[in-house]
């Protein structure tokens, strides 16, 4: 299970980078194709970026649905507490299981559907506009992140009956840096 501790923050960091690298390859390639010094436009032209946009918005569309199991796993996905606070704990806790194997059904279901739906996709000669790529590929992201999704729910759950505890995301804590204590300092 160790693999999977952090294989969200990582597919995520990694399409960000390469979602930002593309698109400051595509921005300064479009500029510099309007320098008509020493011949740069000539050959800058003949580099084709029209795919960059493209690549980005699917590059994002994964993002997002890794984001989302990210955010379960962290406690940074949204939820509505409001009621639950008010609870007395018996009752607190019944609801936040039900609630939590609730969101995994649902995003099993979602992820059930999604798979459905890429193996149909797969079986016709459907691609992308400009990549030109099979656009099951493209649409894996849905049963690929619901399921990842389901999973983080029931870990989630799992781990709130063993220990009482939900995932708590403290804005202020970045990880990796650690506080110095005032007998460092000295």
Same mark, same amino acid.
């Given at each position: 299970?160790?693999?999977?501790?952090? =294989?969200?923050?990582?597919?995520?960091?990694? $399409?960000?980078?390469?979602?930002?690298?593309?698109?400051?390859?595509?921005?300064?390639?479009?500029?510099?194709?309007?320098?008509?010094?020493?011949?740069?436009?000539?050959?800058?032209?003949?580099?084709?970026?029209?795919?960059?946009?493209?690549?980005?918005?699917?590059?994002?569309?994964?993002?997002?649905?890794?984001?989302?199991?990210?955010?379960?796993?962290? +406690?940074?996905?949204?939820?509505?507490?409001?009621?639950?606070?008010?609870?007395?704990?018996?009752?607190?806790?019944?609801?936040?299981?039900?609630? /939590?194997?609730? +969101?995994?059904?649902?995003?099993?279901?979602?992820?059930?559907?999604?798979? $459905?739906?890429?193996?149909?996709?797969?079986?016709?000669?459907?691609?992308?506009?400009? =990549?030109?790529?099979? /656009?099951?590929?493209?649409?894996?992201?849905?049963?690929?992140?619901?399921?990842?999704?389901?999973?983080?729910?029931?870990?989630?759950?799992?781990?709130?009956?063993?220990?009482?505890?939900?995932?708590?995301?403290?804005? +202020?804590?970045?990880?990796?840096?650690?506080?110095?204590?005032?007998?460092?300092?000295?």
């Amino acid at each position: 299970m160790k693999i999977l501790d952090h =294989l969200e923050e990582w597919l995520i960091a990694f $399409l960000m980078a390469a979602a930002t690298l593309i698109t400051f390859v595509a921005v300064t390639h479009r500029y510099a194709t309007g320098i008509t010094l020493f011949g740069i436009q000539d050959a800058l032209i003949q580099f084709n970026t029209s795919w960059a946009q493209e690549l980005t918005i699917f590059m994002f569309v994964w993002m997002a649905k890794f984001g989302a199991a990210y955010g379960v796993r962290t +406690g940074i996905h949204v939820g509505v507490d409001l009621l639950l606070t008010k609870l007395n704990t018996p009752w607190r806790n019944k609801m936040v299981v039900f609630g /939590m194997l609730a +969101g995994a059904t649902f995003t099993a279901i979602i992820g059930t559907l999604g798979a $459905l739906f890429v193996y149909e996709l797969s079986h016709t000669s459907s691609v992308s506009e400009v =990549l030109e790529l099979p /656009m099951w590929i493209v649409y894996m992201a849905v049963p690929l992140g619901s399921y990842l999704m389901s999973f983080r729910f029931l870990q989630v759950t799992w781990n709130f009956i063993k220990t009482g505890d939900l995932p708590k995301h403290d804005h +202020g804590h970045v990880e990796g840096i650690e506080e110095e204590t005032q007998g460092e300092k000295a």
